[in-house]
Each structure stands twice: as C-alpha cells, then as structure tokens.
C-alpha cells in the first residue's frame, strides 16, 4: 500500500536543513556508516538525485550508479518492469515506482534500490494524475516501500521537492523510521 507523505523540507533550493548541512551528504554518512549502497532509477527528476549524491566527494563508496528510464522502453528492457504492470497502472503508478525500485537493485546488486516515477509537467497531467504527482519506492532487504507526494509549482520546483523526497526516503529508512 502506497503511503501519501509530506516531503522533506529543506530552508531552501540547494536542501540544506536548518544546521546547513545538505541532505545528500548526510545519506553519505549513513550510507558509508553501515557499509550500505545506493542505486536509483529516476524517471521524473531525470538524474538529478544521482547527480547530487555524486556531487559529494568520496561518494563512490556508497554511490553504485543508476538509470533515467524515461521512456516505457527502458522500464522494461533495463529495469525489469513487466508491460503489464505500464498498461494497467501506467508508467506514473505506485506498482511502477516499486518495480523500478526492486529492478534497479536487482540489476546492481546494490544494498538499496530507488524507483522514482512522476509527472513533473508543465504538461502530461489528467485530473487522475495530475502535474506533480510522484511516487517514489525504495527497495531493501526483503521490502519495498512506496510513497505517493502531490507537489505543487513549475517543474523545476516538482524535480528538487521530488529530489529531496527521494533523499529523505533513504535517510529516513537508514535511521530506521
């Protein structure tokens, strides 16, 4: 079951918290604490988590990698997401986000899997699923868990709060919350 959340808030753009510390570099730290990997699939933010936990020096210890699946083409093919999975749900779908999340990990090996599927606009929406709807899944152990966000702003404010989300998620999960 898909849980609706609010996101992280950071005090700003860059995901800062109040202490000044950005939200990827603490993952960093837990990630590197626990001996744990992280590998994402991104649809909707098109890499840019991958590209802010790259961003912190030494993040290849826990950093694998990931893939922009954009296209149905590569949730399939690369990711493993059955075809009948996008032609029931669709590609922005609770079932989609936590086959991308469990796919993504699978193919790497890695200790965790992200799977991030949305509609960041400004077009592509429908009263059923509107701009800004994002589902974000994170695959562990024997788990998968969802979360469905409604963000609100231009699709530049979608990707970060999306971003941001997806952070917090591991963070959260690497806490134990």
């Known amino acids: 079951m898909v849980r609706e959340k609010m996101a992280y808030c950071s005090n700003d753009i860059t995901g800062r918290d109040e202490d000044g510390e950005v939200l990827e570099d603490m993952v960093g730290k837990l990630l590197l604490a626990k001996g744990m990997t992280v590998t994402l699939a991104e649809s909707c933010t098109g890499g840019l988590v991958m590209k802010r936990l790259s961003d912190i020096p030494g993040s290849s210890e826990y950093f694998l990698g990931g893939i922009v699946s954009y296209s149905n083409e590569i949730k399939i093919d690369l990711l493993g997401v059955a075809k009948e999975i996008i032609a029931e749900f669709g590609a922005v779908s609770e079932q989609t986000a936590r086959s991308m999340a469990s796919g993504i990990k699978k193919l790497t090996d890695s200790s965790i899997g992200v799977g991030i599927t949305g509609i960041a606009g400004p077009g592509g929406g429908t009263p059923q699923k509107p701009v800004g709807l994002v589902y974000i899944a ?31 998620m591991i963070r959260q999960y690497m806490l134990g919350l």
């Open 138 to 168: 994170l695959a562990a152990a024997n788990q998968v868990r969802c979360e469905k966000f409604n963000f609100t702003g231009d699709r530049n404010r979608v990707r970060l709060e999306a971003a941001d989300a997806a952070l917090n």
